[in-house]
Every structure is written in structure tokens, then in C-alpha cells.
């Protein structure tokens, strides 16, 4: 729950974050909220509304607004994510969604980096933010001067678990390391980005040209906290259709409902490379802020409804 | 039946046969993957703790828990006896069961016992119980040092720090959750 002051720090960030982007040529969209049909994400439980879906992310219907000849677009807008819910997870939480056309996902760390950077810069008097311009968070102090670490997963497991990647995946504990293991060590002096995840865990990210068996794929950590999930896209519809069969096989096999979105694969065929980045705004709001939870950070909690 | 998703601090579950409740949670779910949930446990008979994380698929059956009300009736070397107040049975707990509950337990004290099935497993006391003060040093006149407490032991043995007004075969309230001074009683 927010006080007056802490609402008032929230508008800050929401208008700083728009001139951001408008300061660089991105166009702001507002799309659906409830759609007939999602992305189908094997992990990703959605609310339905009527015989309709509340969107788990904006992406479906932001990838279509490339299709039609936009390059840089970006949302902020809440999203829907069933049976999620915990000290730092919300049902209902508010996404921060860009898209550059002709940019890869090295472009977008580096744009995303200058975003939380500009942002902290902007606000020296947030609670979350020592004297020395630096991140405090749960014990850590994260220094936010650009350029940031950059890792990928497999020298992370391999460093913090000491184990290797295509071992955790063939005996099916890879989130379990990842939580336990990896996660806690990610982005403590300085914020990481982990990059390059095993293509099974980017079914909307590219395979990286130069190894197949991964994904373009990057998670922005700090102080150990995931803060952002971005991608070099995935924009063959044929091979899009593949990875979206996959997940609708696992949703299947969970006994869930999965439909292939067929507008949505159409419309893939006219987007040209493009790297694509969601940010928990509501997790930045909560560091910025030096709260430990979520529920301090937002307007209302569902217990509060 | 509970699934993984109704687990949160406080919650009993069966694991193994064995009744443990969780002392620490956390939900976690990473970019993509799948939703994990971080428990930390406590046997609640061995009083064993251990960490585990769960999926939301795994399923854990609801331990057969009771609490009945029962009177401490007497204690018999290692063996403490209790009768249920309702059916006259009775039952008996071991020294070490009981812990620091004997610091506060007395003859004819009513107390909740924890039942796991047919065994008990555990008590709980009343709140707040009276007990008489047996040792105590008195009051020294005119003593002007400003010392706001002393210490005194009361009949089960258990020493606190009461007001200094407080004497020897005087009745007083202690918190049984604090070990805690709260009051002197007339009776």
C-alpha cells in the first residue's frame, strides 16, 4: 500500500519513463488487455474474462503493431499472471514493454542500462538510493554506472553451482538451480545481464546464428532480483509454429487449453528483425523505493480489495 | 489433500507420515520457467528442520491433527501424566516433550494437547498462569538505588525478574510465551 508521497514517487517514475522513450522517437501504444487467444507460454497461467483471456504481456498484440510498419514502440500497462503471487510477484502487476526494429538483444541491454540509469539519476532522493548514487537493496549495494555485467547462462551455472547447464536440463532442475543456486549471486556489485538461455526456455527469441542450441534471450538481474526479460525475436512464422507446438504439447499434457494464434503467426511473416525487452516496472518502483516487497510498492493489493 | 500452491507459513502438512509445519515460505518463479515454491520445515515431532522446494503439481496430505483439552495430572520420573477432561482418559508426555513448558506447569493445570493420530505430540499452555513465588529476597528498607527489578524462582523451579515490592509467598501472573513478569494476584 502507498502513502500519498509514495503515490507521488510513482507518477514521477510512470512520466520519466514515458519522456525517456519519447525523448527516443518510440511512439507509446495502448493494446487489448483481454484477448481470444494468447501466446502460448507452457508456464504462464492466464484469468479468463467471459470466454476471453486477460493478456499475460502485451507482446502478442505489440509484434502485430510491428507487422504493420511500426519501428519503435513501447506500453506500460498492467498484466495478468494466475496463481502467482509472493513477496515479489503479483497476480495483477504493471509491465513496461519496448520494441526497437533493427536492433538485436545487445542493443536493448545496452538501452535498458541507460533507462534504469537515467532513471536512478533522476531521482537521487528515492529512498532506495544512497548518497553515492548506489542501489541498496536487501544488504547489497549495487553501483549503476554503465557499461554492466554481462553473462552468459552457461558460464553462470558453471560459476555460482558449479554444474554444467546441459546437465541441469537432462535431469530437469534447471529453475531449481537457477533459484537456489545462480540467482543469489546474480548482479550484487552491479547489475548482470544473463544471456544466451537454452533454446527451450525462448520460444519467442531467435537461435543464436553461431549455436543453434541457444536462444538470444537476456535476463537483467540486480541486487538478485530478475528485473527484465528481453529477446532477439524470433520472427521465422514457420519456425515460430514449431516452438509454439511445443508449448501447446506441454500445455496439453498439464491438461490446459491452447490454441496457435493464427493472426498472430500471419502477421509475423511482414516484422523484420527485431529485439523486444518486458520490465516489471512494479519491481523497479519496489528497489527504488528500498521496499522488500511488492505489496509496498503498488496502489493496492488484491487482500485490500 | 493440500497442492503445492496452499503452501504458506503456519501450514501442517504430512510428509513421509510424519505431521511438519512450515516456518518459512517463499514463492519464486524465474523468467519463463516454472513456478517453485521455498519451504523451510519443522518436524513437530523431532523438531528436525529441513528446506525443500516444491512444484505446483506436488500434492501432500493433511496430517491428522487434534487438540484436546487435558489436566497435568502428576509426573512419575521422566513421565508427565495427563487426563483428558472429557473422557478420562489419560495419556503421559516425556521430559523432553514438554521443554520449556515445565518451567510453567503445575498440578491440575489445564493445558491443550497435540495429537498426531493417537499419539501426543506436543502441549500448549495457558497464556498466562499464577505461581507462587518460593524464593525471594526481601525488600531492603530504604533502599533508594533506583533498582527497578530482582530476581525471584517460583514453585515449578523457574527464576524471572519481578518488582522489588514482590515477596516470598506471593501469588503472581507470568506470560507463558515470554517467561515474563505481568502482575501480582490476590487470591
Redesign the interface.
Known amino acids: 500500500m502507498l502513502t500519498p508521497w509514495g503515490l507521488q514517487q510513482r507518477s514521477n517514475l510512470l512520466q520519466a519513463t514515458r519522456s525517456f522513450f519519447i525523448e527516443r522517437a518510440y511512439i507509446e501504444v495502448d493494446t487489448p488487455l483481454r484477448l481470444p487467444v494468447l501466446l502460448p507460454?507452457s508456464?504462464l497461467i492466464p484469468f479468463t474474462s467471459e470466454n476471453w483471456l486477460l493478456h499475460t504481456s502485451p507482446e502478442l498484440c505489440m509484434k502485430r503493431l510491428l507487422a504493420r510498419g511500426c519501428t519503435q514502440i513501447f506500453q506500460i500497462c498492467h498484466c495478468f499472471r494466475k496463481?502467482?503471487?509472493?513477496?515479489i510477484?503479483q497476480p495483477e502487476f504493471t509491465m513496461l514493454e519496448w520494441y526497437h526494429a533493427g536492433w538485436n538483444y545487445f542493443d536493448l541491454m545496452q538501452e535498458c542500462e541507460a533507462l534504469i540509469a537515467a532513471l536512478c539519476r533522476i531521482f537521487p532522493q528515492m529512498p532506495g538510493i544512497d548518497c553515492d548514487g548506489k542501489l541498496c537493496w536487501r544488504g547489497c549495494r549495487v553501483a549503476l554506472t554503465p557499461p554492466w555485467d554481462r553473462l552468459t547462462v552457461a558460464d553462470a551455472f558453471r560459476q555460482h553451482a558449479g554444474v554444467d547447464v546441459d546437465e541441469v536440463l537432462d535431469r530437469g532442475i534447471?529453475?531449481?538451480v537457477?533459484?537456489?543456486e545462480v540467482?543469489p549471486h546474480l548482479g550484487l556489485d552491479r547489475p548482470v545481464f544473463l544471456y544466451d538461455?537454452p533454446v527451450e526456455?525462448?520460444?519467442l527469441a531467435r537461435c543464436n546464428p553461431k549455436n543453434p542450441q541457444v536462444a538470444e534471450?537476456f535476463?537483467l538481474y540486480i541486487a538478485g532480483l530478475?528485473l527484465a526479460?528481453g529477446f532477439s525475436e524470433l520472427v521465422d512464422p514457420q519456425e515460430q509454429r514449431h516452438r509454439f507446438s511445443l508449448e501447446i504439447e506441454r500445455l496439453q499434457a498439464?491438461g490446459k487449453n491452447a490454441a496457435m494464434p493464427e493472426k498472430f503467426l500471419k502477421d509475423l511473416a511482414s516484422v523484420g528483425a527485431t529485439a523486444g525487452i518486458a520490465l516489471g516496472l512494479d519491481r523497479l518502483f519496489m528497489l527504488l523505493m528500498g521496499s522488500t516487497s511488492l505489496a509496498e510498492a503498488i496502489p493496492f493489493v488484491p487482500d485490500e480489495l | 489433500m493440500f497442492t503445492a500452491s496452499d503452501l504458506r507459513k503456519g501450514l501442517k502438512i504430512q510428509i513421509d507420515g510424519e505431521p511438519y509445519i512450515v516456518t518459512e515460505f517463499d514463492f519464486s518463479k524465474p523468467g519463463k520457467g516454472q513456478a517453485l515454491y521455498r519451504t523451510k520445515m519443522r518436524n513437530m515431532i523431532t523438531g528436525i528442520q529441513f528446506t525443500q522446494t516444491y512444484r505446483s503439481n506436488d500434492k501432500f496430505d493433511r496430517p491428522n491433527l487434534e487438540e484436546r483439552n487435558m489436566q497435568f495430572l502428576y509426573a512419575q520420573d521422566n513421565e508427565y501424566h495427563f487426563m483428558d477432561t472429557v473422557s478420562f482418559e489419560q495419556i503421559f508426555l516425556t521430559k523432553e516433550q514438554l521443554g520449556d513448558n515445565l518451567s510453567f506447569l503445575i498440578d491440575n493445570m489445564e493445558v491443550q494437547v497435540l495429537f498426531f493420530g493417537d499419539r501426543p505430540i506436543d502441549v500448549t499452555l495457558p497464556t498466562f498462569v499464577n505461581l507462587e513465588v518460593t524464593v525471594a529476597d526481601p525488600r531492603a528498607k530504604g533502599d533508594t538505588s533506583g533498582t527497578d527489578t530482582k530476581p525471584v524462582t517460583v514453585q515449578t523451579g523457574f527464576q524471572l525478574q519481578v518488582p522489588p515490592f514482590v515477596e516470598q509467598g506471593d501469588k503472581i501472573q507470568i506470560d507463558t510465551r515470554t517467561g515474563s513478569y505481568i502482575t501480582r494476584v490476590k487470591e
Open positions: 507460454e508456464n496463481e502467482e503471487s509472493g513477496r510477484h534447471f529453475d531449481e537457477l533459484v537456489t540467482e538461455y526456455l525462448g520460444s534471450r535476463e530478475e526479460n498439464a
